[in-house]
């Protein structure tokens, strides 16, 4: 959000600075129209700067006019959270479906691109190196993260392994090691940068309601 603001007044500052290149540019011709050369100089970058915020607002409102384009996520957890999601559906689907493309969540569709997303929801919590590593890639093909449920914001109760003691933790340690699990399940944000978060097991409507539609606007 903080970006945006900074873009918008970028855009301002380039049109105010163009427009004000050309009205001296004007003004050096009408004093000495023979002065030719400087009121050009004026003249072109005040165009070239025309141009450029007009060429980013252009760009804004195509990019305004798209739809985002989200994925929900499962990482090592019961998915709970994402089958509520299909319930919040029922009030809440059709309203979004003018605004989203669901591009990945494995739930209601199977096709599994991972790339060019608005909006990456991710639920479960980072227990092995293949949940790492997928993690990893959401979060480079995804401008916004957001944690979904108390699972990938905490780790609980998903990775509760982290609460057990030496003889729980031996039992254990076979499964552990043939599936490659992390010596502690990780929370989303000690793997990757997260922007948001919904907490709630399973995620709380409301909030889920207010978070994610901020990102759709
Ligand atoms: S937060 Fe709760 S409902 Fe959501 S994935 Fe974790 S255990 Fe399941």
Redesign the pocket.
């Known amino acids: 959000m903080e970006e945006k603001k900074h873009k918008n007044n970028f855009i301002i500052f380039l049109a105010i600075s163009g427009s004000f290149f050309l009205l001296i540019a004007l003004f050096l011709y009408s004093v000495d129209p023979f002065e030719n050369a400087i009121s050009a100089i004026f003249a072109a970058s005040g165009l070239i700067l025309l141009l450029l915020s007009a060429r980013w607002l252009i760009k804004r409102a195509y990019h305004h006019g798209k739809k985002k384009r989200v994925g929900v996520f499962s990482l090592t ?5 994402s089958i509520y999601l299909t319930e919040i559906f029922n009030k809440k689907l059709l309203e979004w479906l003018e605004k989203v493309e669901w591009v990945y969540f494995l739930s209601i569709k199977d096709k599994t691109e991972i790339k060019d997303l608005d909006v990456a929801l991710i ?2 919590v980072v227990t092995s190196q293949k949940d790492k590593d997928d993690l990893e890639k959401i979060r480079a093909n995804s401008k916004v993260v957001i944690a979904m ?3 990938a914001v905490t780790t609980v ?2 990775g509760q392994r982290n609460r057990f003691n030496a003889k729980q933790l031996a039992e254990i340690k076979d499964h552990m090691e043939e599936y490659h699990f992390l010596p502690k399940a990780l929370a989303l944000k000690d793997v990757v940068k997260v922007d948001d978060q919904i907490m709630g ?3 709380d409507e409301k909030k889920f309601v207010e978070v994610f539609e901020k990102y759709l606007k």
Not at 77 to 81: L, P, S, T
């Open positions: 957890c019961d998915e709970g959270c639920e479960g449920g108390t699972c109760p998903s097991c399973p995620i």
